[in-house]
């Protein structure tokens, strides 16, 4: 676009949704992203936040500087939980890329929160490919939203299950998600009656809710299980139990700094489950480190992804990319 | 700006110039930002800063939330010191507006930083308006950029001067600005030697440099004399002597939070020549509870200026409502 001098990319939610897709390559650009937060010198300031309690909302704005590239994104995210009353869903989000060698905005993409589904996604697929046991077939998923979707085709992408266990509020939701994903996924889909169920049968387990209190119990799970915590980005938020990070062989953070005031790690270390946050093992060291986290099939390990600016510029970069390269 | 099911507004700069002024109207907005921040439950996280050495440059993000209006700006805005170079002019940077009701973007405000321009003079000439003395007709102006001619701009229309001083670094951009000043405000402008002799001839000093270190002495203060600092806004940003602050009769800030970190009481506490700041006033405080702050026509007063995202979202809001008031 280009309005009276103005030069501006813009692309619209179709646009990008048809060049950015939950396969290899983002689960690759996303790896690169966690091992760049491992290896150089990102600059990724503190989450901005504005919390609209009057409107059952709040906005999220992240960034990182990446050295080496020529944009930096800033992503802004917003969820709103009364928007269902307007007919509107209730997350939505922009990205601005902007040039690092002048301060220009380049591009604008208008995603609506999709960019951050992809990244949210693909991590989570990392952390199950770095941290679950190799041969699990049986997945859990508490909440039965976009994101649980998003993050089952991820997962898809490193290993290879064959069943799904599901828990949620609405009945209907549960129904529709086990239509969808028994069909784009070739697996089996089983409603459970609660989480309790969904935990008893899972060698994996992904948590995609709003809770502000634990919706997994330390005593439900198994020897060998993986969760993957992804539904905690808020200071109130708050999916398990404090005693599973206790139990836990391995606890992973996305970052520590952010973890402990907006994930997990915030409740554990109010309840004492975890005393000290000095030794614990962040996901883009594993990666780029190549550490080994599992020791055996009956460790029981927890990756707590809050969401980083890292991933949203390098998922941004990579959209911009694929959105200009035939031009 | 309808695109593919995207609503997003989007006015460029020659328009939001064509509708925001340097005006009473305008000075009336950001005296009610100042309000809003003293009276209301304004929402002002910390400035979101990158800074980004190996290009001279670096973005700041600020935004504030503020009960009542419809939408909040999440103001962006660049400095990037090697971009004469380029051709490009250093500062830039972009608002985008957002609805506090759904999260959804609203408006993309594309102005180069002039809606910043504009907001920060007009915060200069109420910082002149209660606190400096009423009679003052000779203004010094230390540094001859853009914001300078803005904050004069401004200041004429709360004090009736009728000589400027000024000192800078070029003698070229001097010549400029005072054939600019001189045509636009009608004033005399009488171009310094250095700052030692600004400071002798004025009674309200305007410092507007991206200064690191101080570039006014304590010695070569007058009685009387009012002093406006904006040029620091970072964390290696200084202006004023340390003793300065110490001397000065009144010491105000905006944000006595930002200032520490960003302005020139974050040197003024390292040289320990203001000791504590708990008592120390902020404008919003003063011009909503309307403190008088100078008793005496000798009072040295000091108004340092960070920029608040208050403001931003304030001139935001307003330029909102004038480029759309007649569609």
Same mark, same amino acid.
């Given at each position: 676009m280009n309005k009276g001098g103005m030069m501006l990319l813009i692309f619209t939610e179709d646009e990008i949704r048809d060049k950015v897709k939950?396969?290899?390559e983002t689960i690759h650009v996303i790896e690169e992203a966690f091992i760049d937060l491992a290896m150089k010198d990102v600059q990724m300031p503190p989450i901005m936040q504005v919390d609209i309690p009057e409107h059952n909302g709040g906005i999220d704005i992240k960034t990182a500087f990446i050295p080496g590239y020529e944009m930096l994104a800033l992503k802004v995210s917003s969820g709103f939980f009364n928007n269902y009353r307007l007919g509107l869903p209730s997350t939505g989000g922009v990205v601005l890329l902007i040039n690092v060698f002048n301060g220009q905005p380049e591009a604008l993409l208008y995603d609506n929160g999709y960019l951050t589904d992809i990244r949210t996604a693909t991590a989570g697929a990392l952390a199950a490919k770095y941290l679950a046991n190799d041969s699990?077939?049986?997945?859990?998923?508490?909440?039965?939203?976009?994101?649980?979707?998003?993050?089952?085709?991820?997962l898809k992408k490193v290993k290879s299950f /064959?069943?799904?266990?599901i828990a949620g509020?609405?009945?209907?939701?549960?129904?529709?998600? %086990?239509?969808?994903? +028994?069909?784009?996924?070739?697996?089996s889909a089983i409603i459970c009656e609660d989480a309790t169920e969904v935990a008893k049968h899972s060698e994996l387990i992904?948590?995609?809710?709003?809770?502000?209190?634990?919706?997994?119990?330390?005593?439900?799970i198994q020897q060998g299980t993986h969760i993957t915590a992804i539904g905690s980005d808020a200071e109130h938020k708050n999916e398990l139990d404090p005693y599973i990070?206790?139990?836990?062989t391995a606890y992973v953070c996305d970052v520590v700094a952010q973890c402990e005031v907006l994930g997990e790690l915030r409740t554990a270390l109010q309840a004492g489950t975890i005393q000290e946050t000095k030794n614990i093992?962040?996901?883009g060291d594993i990666i780029a480190n190549k550490k080994v986290v599992r020791e055996?099939?009956?460790?029981?390990?927890?990756?707590?992804? /809050?969401?980083?600016?890292?991933?949203?510029?390098?998922?941004?970069?990579?959209?911009?990319? %694929?959105?200009?390269? +035939?031009?």
């Amino acid at each position: 676009m280009n309005k009276g001098g103005m030069m501006l990319l813009i692309f619209t939610e179709d646009e990008i949704r048809d060049k950015v897709k939950i396969n290899e390559e983002t689960i690759h650009v996303i790896e690169e992203a966690f091992i760049d937060l491992a290896m150089k010198d990102v600059q990724m300031p503190p989450i901005m936040q504005v919390d609209i309690p009057e409107h059952n909302g709040g906005i999220d704005i992240k960034t990182a500087f990446i050295p080496g590239y020529e944009m930096l994104a800033l992503k802004v995210s917003s969820g709103f939980f009364n928007n269902y009353r307007l007919g509107l869903p209730s997350t939505g989000g922009v990205v601005l890329l902007i040039n690092v060698f002048n301060g220009q905005p380049e591009a604008l993409l208008y995603d609506n929160g999709y960019l951050t589904d992809i990244r949210t996604a693909t991590a989570g697929a990392l952390a199950a490919k770095y941290l679950a046991n190799d041969s699990c077939t049986k997945v859990g998923v508490i909440g039965a939203g976009a994101q649980a979707r998003y993050q089952l085709m991820a997962l898809k992408k490193v290993k290879s299950f /064959t069943h799904v266990y599901i828990a949620g509020k609405s009945n209907r939701r549960l129904l529709d998600f %086990k239509r969808m994903i +028994e069909s784009d996924l070739n697996v089996s889909a089983i409603i459970c009656e609660d989480a309790t169920e969904v935990a008893k049968h899972s060698e994996l387990i992904i948590t995609t809710t709003p809770a502000t209190s634990p919706i997994l119990q330390s005593e439900w799970i198994q020897q060998g299980t993986h969760i993957t915590a992804i539904g905690s980005d808020a200071e109130h938020k708050n999916e398990l139990d404090p005693y599973i990070l206790e139990q836990a062989t391995a606890y992973v953070c996305d970052v520590v700094a952010q973890c402990e005031v907006l994930g997990e790690l915030r409740t554990a270390l109010q309840a004492g489950t975890i005393q000290e946050t000095k030794n614990i093992l962040e996901l883009g060291d594993i990666i780029a480190n190549k550490k080994v986290v599992r020791e055996s099939e009956d460790d029981i390990t927890i990756a707590d992804l /809050t969401g980083t600016g890292i991933q949203d510029t390098k998922i941004a970069l990579y959209a911009y990319q %694929k959105l200009t390269e +035939e031009k």
